[in-house]
């Protein structure tokens, strides 16, 4: 009888911004940033499986994406095996991607964190989480932060995390606007207000609005949110018409877009909210009842 391939399966979950204020540019061209960001339930699917000595080869399900050394996943899985010098290492990696790209949920960052994590555990490597960090924080300025998920403040260009208790589970309706944006197009648009005064307070304590039994978790702030509208007509518009749909519950751009969501009450109250905006943003947008996760979910995810 033959053996079942083995193989590591991981879930790499998208995140949202709750807060985030860009303190200033640096010379080398980056941002320095003050965030706060949670990771929800919605995910890529990556598989490992035994490949020849030395190949790395990644597939995914989705036509036209990169899956030579440009791609995140390729690149994580390489410097991995650099790090610890043993060329032999291989894998064939399924990628089955669900997150949108270009929408400011942090997929790619998410999937070569998990390529990371998984990857050490698959060629049974013993890679102290600070290496890990350092090898992150090179990839991409968001990739850090998914090693610490699920909540966690992060600052310098994004790679300086600081997790933070507390994860709670919120109903979120997500929309993706159908539109990818580029992040650097709006970092480097000269759009940003580094003018005016910084809100550096990330963190506040749960806001409670009495009247209609809403809270809010943090003090919800986007200053790239300006900047996206400006350079992305069409986001802004959509934006609107959320705004308005939402009828007061708190709406809020993630990271640079184009993504977006709403906070609702409850699960109802964000089932009621995604069969408005399913109507009103019919496809390629996409519309998706999440919720944020906190550390026991993010604990289920890593043993399976
Ligand atoms: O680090 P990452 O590859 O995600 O960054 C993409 C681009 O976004 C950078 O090349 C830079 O233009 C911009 N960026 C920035 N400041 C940050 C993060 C990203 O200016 N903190």
């Given at each position: ?162 997790p933070l208790e507390g994860a ?40 409670y609005d009495s009247e209609d ?92």
């Open positions: 009888m033959t053996q079942p391939t083995p193989f590591v399966e991981r879930l790499a979950p998208a995140k949202i911004n709750w807060f985030l204020e860009i303190l200033r540019k640096r010379d080398d061209g980056f941002h320095d940033l003050t965030t706060v960001m949670q990771t929800i339930d919605w995910c890529d699917t990556l598989r490992f499986y035994p490949a020849p000595a030395g190949a790395i080869s990644l597939t995914t399900n989705v036509e036209g994406l990169e899956v030579d050394d440009s791609n995140l996943v390729v690149r994580a899985a390489k410097s991995l095996r650099e790090f610890v010098g043993k060329p032999e290492l291989s894998a064939r990696i399924e990628l089955d991607k669900d997150i949108p790209w270009g929408g400011g949920l942090g997929g790619g960052s998410s999937d070569a964190a998990a390529t990371l994590s998984a990857l050490t555990e698959f060629w049974e490597l013993s890679v102290p989480l600070p290496d890990l960090m350092v090898l992150a924080s090179e990839l991409g300025s968001d990739v850090s932060f998914f090693l610490s998920a699920p909540l966690a403040k992060c600052e310098g260009r994004g790679e300086l995390v600081a709670s589970t919120y109903w979120l309706v997500m929309l993706w606007p159908g539109m990818a944006v580029s992040t650097p197009a709006i970092y480097q648009s000269g759009k940003i207000d580094l003018t005016g005064p910084r809100h550096n307070r990330y963190l506040i304590d749960t806001e039994q809403r809270s809010t978790p943090f003090y919800l702030f986007n200053r790239l949110q300006a900047p996206c509208f400006e350079c992305f007509d069409a986001v802004r518009k959509c934006f609107c018409t959320l705004t308005t749909l939402a009828s007061g519950r708190p709406v809020l751009l993630s990271g640079s877009g184009s993504s977006m969501f709403v906070i609702c009450q409850d699960e109802a109250d964000g089932r009621a909210m995604r069969a408005q905006l399913e109507s009103q943003f019919p496809p390629p947008a996409r519309v998706r009842l999440c919720r944020t996760l906190d550390r026991a979910t993010t604990t289920t995810w890593r043993s399976q």
